[in-house]
């Protein structure tokens, strides 16, 4: 596919899907609409059961959709899955590598389903280099730790250079070391004009991506980049530090604050986060230890938009 | 074609690395038959003697050929076993998601069941040797294209159920109730066209008999004539099963 056409087209586009497992009594998709661009990092979060792995099947030609469709780099999952899987890259949450064979032979293993041409060994040392893996290259898999099993599965899901890339929960049982280090490849592939979409539970990895899709109940909840939907919470948080109760901030404020315990602090949002601050600070001067002040977390408005209450 | 081909030896090669590093795996295959054959064969040859005359191979001589597709039918259950496991480990997932046509995964791990039986069953012969029963060098030849066509038709069947089944625990259920009676009813223990009517029904109607005669011929006169049907009824039942097989692989989950 030439540059311009990659400029146009999304890298996933999917329209108004809808699917249910046989037996189910409701729909796990309910008109799921999103989109992937090339050369950037697209977020996808839900909570268990909201339909992201569904749509990652659709979308990765495992399933077809009772309606709506999907399209890869411009193909459809449905007519042209061939076309689609030589463009994607896929990540699953399970592993795929087989941990009886070394990393190369995965590697190579991988090379000729991909049907890749000529020499590639070549290509498996460069992925092994990139992905710092040289030196276990003759090591059976099962013997590798966590992280870099992980490695190697992005490595082999790198193997045919996908112009697209699905990862399903990629960095789980990932210790934050590896985590960090594995979104700093995965920003390494997004420059390199790669289109990402990748699920996750963590919202220190959704600050990481370029845009960000919420999903519930099998259809999108909210979108944007994690600036704009931080910005689009309507209330400012306060965390106070102190003997003050739940009982006590709601008979002085009301319904002008929602209050909670959270662990041994009170978490307060407000639409008036200062004037409230200051009623705060005259009012129990005394019992108040700290308090700090902000905008909304992505975390916030992720729960929020998928309807939970805490 | 030429990314097929790639393809079909990669798995083909996968599986046979597999094998090699699972010891267990083939020190049981090749250990269970060795001990049916003793125990079975020399238990019932004891037993009720020799009554076919002077001359006349004994049971345990007789029973030999049975013991051998009694390898590779273990051989093959145990590859096709292995489908399962590449669901749950994810490996299958991996192999789905790329544009290789799947019935590449299908043929591999059917070739690759059918080589592997066939290279136990040699070893059985190999061992067998010792005892005294010898394998001419022109029955050779056609010993193995029977032992490996059988072995296709047996991997392909595991294969066909591996693939509808989830659990291990259920396929080996299933393969026990189907793959027991074929081999017992295959001419493998005793002749079935000398017993009940019944028995000689079904012995007609299963594929495994049309090459356990010539197959028995072959080891003990070095000459049969019913080397093409036995050949014939394999590669048949196996090309049905390997079709069913693919038809099933290509459909995308609903």
């Given at each position: 596919m030439s540059q311009s056409t990659a400029d146009i087209v999304s890298a996933i586009d999917v329209r108004d899907l809808h699917f249910r497992y046989q037996?189910?009594?409701?729909?796990?998709?309910?008109?799921l609409s999103l989109q992937a661009h090339y050369g950037k990092i697209t977020g996808l979060l839900g909570p268990n059961g909201s339909g992201k792995s569904t749509a990652f099947q659709i979308i990765s030609t495992q399933r077809t959709p009772d309606s709506g469709e999907s399209f890869v780099g411009g193909y459809?999952?449905?007519?042209?899955p061939r076309k689609v899987r030589r463009l994607l890259g896929v990540t699953f949450?399970?592993?795929?590598?087989?941990?009886?064979?070394?990393v190369r032979e995965n590697l190579e293993i991988h090379a000729a389903l991909l049907g890749?041409?000529?020499?590639y060994q070549k290509i498996i040392d460069e992925k092994l280099n990139f992905f710092g893996l040289l030196n276990q290259?003759?090591?059976?898999?099962?013997?590798?730790?966590g992280g870099m099993q992980r490695r190697v599965e992005l490595a082999k899901t790198l193997m045919g250079e996908p112009k697209i890339l699905l990862l399903d929960e990629?960095?789980?049982?990932?210790d934050p070391l590896a985590r960090a280090d594995f979104w700093h490849l995965l920003r390494k592939i997004a420059l390199g004009g790669v289109g990402i979409l990748v699920t996750t539970h963590l919202m220190e990895e959704a600050e990481l991506c370029d845009h960000l899709l919420f999903i519930a109940h099998g259809k999108l909840s909210a979108s944007g980049t994690p600036m704009e939907l931080k910005s689009s919470f309507p209330y400012e948080v306060i965390w106070l530090e102190s003997s003050v109760t739940q009982s006590m901030v709601e008979k002085q404020f009301g319904d002008r604050v929602r209050v909670r315990q959270e662990g041994d602090r009170l978490r307060l949002e407000t639409t008036h986060g200062l004037s409230v601050l200051d009623e705060l600070r005259k009012s129990f001067s005394e019992q108040i230890k700290g308090f700090s002040w902000g905008k909304a977390s992505l975390a916030d408005v992720y729960f929020e938009k998928s309807g939970v209450k805490l | 074609m030429s990314q097929s081909l790639r393809a079909i030896w990669y798995l083909f090669y996968r599986e046979v690395l597999r094998f090699t590093r699972l010891r267990s795996r083939w020190i049981g295959s090749l250990a269970t038959p060795l001990l049916f054959w003793f125990m079975i064969g020399g238990g019932v040859g004891a037993s009720f003697?020799?009554?076919?005359?002077?001359g006349a191979p004994g049971y345990f001589e007789f029973m030999f050929p049975g013991i051998l597709v009694m390898a590779v039918l273990f051989t093959s259950i145990f590859s096709t076993v292995s489908v399962i496991e590449d669901r749950h480990q994810g490996f299958l997932q991996g192999v789905l998601v790329?544009?290789?046509?799947?019935w590449n995964f299908v043929l591999a791990k059917i070739l690759s069941g059918a080589a592997l039986g066939l290279l136990q069953a040699v070893l059985l012969i190999l061992v067998a040797s010792l005892t005294g029963i010898q394998v001419a060098l022109s029955a050779w030849a056609g010993a193995v294209l029977l032992l490996f066509s059988m072995g296709l038709l047996l991997t392909a069947l595991g294969f066909a159920f591996a693939w509808i089944l989830d659990s291990v625990q259920g396929f080996h259920g299933i393969m026990n109730l189907i793959l027991m009676p074929m081999w017992i009813l295959s001419?493998?223990?005793?002749?079935?066209?000398?017993?009940?009517k019944l028995l000689q029904i079904i012995g007609m109607l299963n594929p495994l008999s049309y090459a356990v005669k010539p197959l028995r011929e072959l080891i003990s006169?070095?000459?049969?004539?019913?080397l093409g049907t036995g050949l014939i009824a394999m590669v048949a039942a196996f090309a049905l099963l390997f079709f069913i097989s693919v038809s099933r692989v290509e459909k995308p989950a609903k």
């Open positions: 037996k189910a009594e409701s729909d796990a998709l309910k008109g459809s999952s449905t007519k042209d949450q399970t592993p795929s590598i087989d941990p009886l064979l070394t890749l041409q000529g020499n290259a003759n090591h059976r898999s099962k013997t590798l730790s990629p960095t789980t049982g990932l | 003697g020799n009554d076919s005359g002077p790329t544009s290789v046509p799947r001419g493998s223990l005793f002749p079935v066209d000398r017993g009940p006169t070095s000459h049969t004539e019913s």
